[in-house]
């Protein structure tokens, strides 16, 4: 029987519904302000998010969908980590303005963990910035130092599915993976949680009901509240109605 000692988060769709109404918008400014014509609709950008990394997902677009594509100034590498600078800057923003609240259930388990004294880290492929600028407008400043570890973007080399940045996380926490659970939403996200060997939990979104969770431990709508449960989709949750360190720590004994 193994004890809770900490909760690796991810962010983006995990948190907060970060993708279709913060990142794609502000990828969209960017273009915009480049005199690009690209636009990525919300369809198209489901299929792109297979892609981790904003500037890997833009790399991607141009060789798949613009062929013979030439910059308007200096390589392609620059130009494609200029035009993501500028994303990052309409994406913290968007954040400021307050446009994106975190998902149900969120904050509450956060506070449990908090309370119970679990620690907390993030293993995320998005920025750094993009990070702090979510936590400080969603929980407030203070919130930055409740994380022992911020494990974020070009931190590690690859990006998920690799499980490099949680294996990054795991260093800095100085923890074995059997004492953590990782929560994730995505397939991409599993794979590198389980690549880890951290047990992992999903919280699915709408651009990943239909992904393969194939290896983790509970796969559940959305972290849920008590009067406003989750549904289970996969997996064991025991009755429980929101996720929980109780919860968490019956699934590490599982
Ligand atoms: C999130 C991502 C990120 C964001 C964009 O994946 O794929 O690329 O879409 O962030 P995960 P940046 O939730 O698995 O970490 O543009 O800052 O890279
Ligand atoms: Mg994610």
């Known amino acids: 029987m193994s004890g809770l000692e900490a ?7 995990t ?19 480049e005199g690009l014509d690209w636009n990525w609709a919300p369809e198209l950008y489901g299929k792109l998010l297979q892609i981790t990394g904003g500037k890997e997902r833009i790399q991607f677009y141009i060789n798949n969908y613009c062929p013979g594509f030439v910059p308007s100034s200096g390589e392609l590498k620059s130009f ?9 800057h309409y994406y913290v923003q968007l954040l400021k303005e307050g446009k994106i609240p975190l998902r149900v259930g969120v904050k509450r388990l956060i506070d449990d963990a908090r309370k119970q004294g679990v620690r907390l880290a993030i293993a995320t492929t998005t920025t750094r910035e993009n990070v702090t600028a979510l936590l400080e407008s969603t929980l407030g400043a203070d919130s930055l130092s409740w994380f022992e570890v911020i494990a974020a973007g070009d931190i590690v080399p690859l990006k998920k599915p690799d499980p490099a940045i949680y294996r990054y996380v ?3 926490l100085n923890l074995e993976p059997h004492v953590c659970l990782a929560v994730e939403d995505s397939a991409n996200g599993v794979k590198s949680s389980l690549g880890a060997n951290i047990k992992t939990v999903v919280t ?3 651009y990943t009901e239909n992904d393969d969770f194939s290896g983790a431990s509970l796969v559940i709508s959305d972290m849920g509240e008590e009067a406003d449960p989750f549904k289970l989709l996969d997996g064991y949750a025991k009755g429980a109605r929101c996720l929980d360190v109780s919860l968490l720590q019956e699934i590490m004994n599982q």
Do not use: M, P
């Not at 948190?15 to 109404?21: S, Y």
């Not at 494609?80 to 990052?88: F, G, N, P, R």
């Open 15 to 33: 948190l907060a519904d970060t993708e279709r109404d913060g990142h794609r918008v502000a990828f969209n400014c960017a273009f915009n302000d």
């Open 7 to 13: 909760i690796i988060f991810d962010v983006d769709g």
């Open 204 to 206: 699915v979104n709408a």
């Open 80 to 88: 494609v980590a200029e035009l993501h600078a500028s994303k990052t």
């Open 170 to 172: 795991l260093e800095q």
